[in-house]
């Protein structure tokens, strides 16, 4: 029974950390008064207190407690008896690496699946797709896998952007990237823009948000998906 | 006594394939009639074949043939006999993978080192640095280690783009994700506009092109080099 929320952006433009979220955070974490704070993405090299003190002053608004999973003696022990889970975004590969190291990724995994409200932003909703091989993050560090949660049937491309016609620069697109992950690759992949989130309630995930989504699936051309779109509608 | 060029670009906006480099390649490849292409980057997904046809196309105006790596039953060898060498752009990750799969990361090194003229574009440039870590690509594959040729004392950061201030987007400016890069790495980085290359002669390395270039140092303010520079002048 599945509870979470994975946002493309922990933050919107000219908007306060975590703010746009105020109300799906209020009825996602409505049964918890703390939540377990994953710092690991470390945005912009940030300590892990640094970051944890970042979300505990957006959550204070909310009435809730936060504590940095660093914090614990035992990390595995830490997300087991969470009643709440947060992970922060930043570099992914930092991110992923350190699940790892710390052997925190199948606990976070059993965590989600047996329905302790999950909260991902970023990087933190990127991983809960099959594999972070649709991070838009720099590789800084050499994770030992490349798979993830598995806590969506699909990939989250986070912070999905339209490509820009006025664009003199030749690197790639976002949808040329994805593109080629679908060389490599065949489960379908969500661009979520900023200000998207999904919903997920047991075997539901919905939309939210402002912006409509795009769906990339391989061998088809991309289609755009409404807010408040089931994707299981979808067929994903 | 190497002999290489490592471009930022194969192509520059309004420009043909490989065109504005036209005058350092005649230089480059003076003494060698035929060019072994490395086509594994693969960009866009194209097959190798594809490629090396696009690769053949634009050394048709230098008088130079242009043969794919993929043809040869010996990718090892046809690296040790080869009189000139051209790595593609494309997908970094597909690239270092295939170079590992292959055998050939360490020929091709070796090659490098003892005088092969070698051109890089791109991911085919990104990977003479001493690793891969600050590719702008998407990780869509695994490769399974993210060192590189190590011809050059640090990293490169292809098709750099300077922080756009009308930008709303709040995914990571190219500048923030070099400096999470220096959080877990010592090596500079420099980053590469789009016209800019390295000339590389023995231990000589100069910047080429019109433009200026970033140099990124661990726990420091990024600095500019103008072009023509020799980059031991800036201490790297």
Chains 1, 2 share one sequence.
């Not at 030992?144 to 949660?149: E, G, N, R, W």
């Not at 049937?153 to 030749?170: A, E, Q, V």
Request: charged content about 20%.
């Amino acid at each position: 029974m599945k509870n979470l929320i994975a946002a493309s952006t922990s933050t919107i433009f000219n908007g306060n950390y975590l703010d746009y979220l105020t109300e799906a955070l209020t009825e996602l974490f409505s049964e918890t008064d703390e939540i377990l704070f994953i710092p690991y993405a470390r945005p912009g090299g940030i300590s892990h207190d640094e970051y944890t003190e970042k979300a505990a002053e957006a959550f204070k608004k909310l009435n809730k407690n936060v504590v940095g999973i660093h914090t614990f003696k035992d990390p595995i022990k830490a997300i087991q008896n969470a009643t709440g889970i947060f992970t922060g975004g930043g570099n992914t590969f930092v991110l992923v690496s350190r699940l790892y190291k710390n052997q925190v990724m199948q606990p976070l995994r059993e965590a989600i699946f047996k329905g302790t409200p999950y909260l991902g932003t970023s990087a933190g909703s990127n991983i809960c797709g099959v594999s972070m091989r649709t991070s838009n993050d720099m590789p800084i560090v050499y994770p030992p896998s490349f798979k993830t949660l598995g806590a969506l049937p699909f990939n989250i491309n986070p912070h999905y952007l339209d490509p820009d016609p006025s664009s003199k620069h030749m690197g790639e697109t976002r949808e040329t990237r994805i593109k080629e992950f679908h060389t490599q690759n065949d489960i379908p992949v969500i661009g979520l823009r900023e200000g998207s989130w999904l919903r997920v309630n047991g075997s539901s995930i919905i939309l939210k948000g402002e912006h409509s989504a795009r769906i990339f699936k391989k061998g088809k051309e991309p289609v755009e998906i409404e807010t408040s779109t089931s994707l299981s509608q979808v067929t994903l």
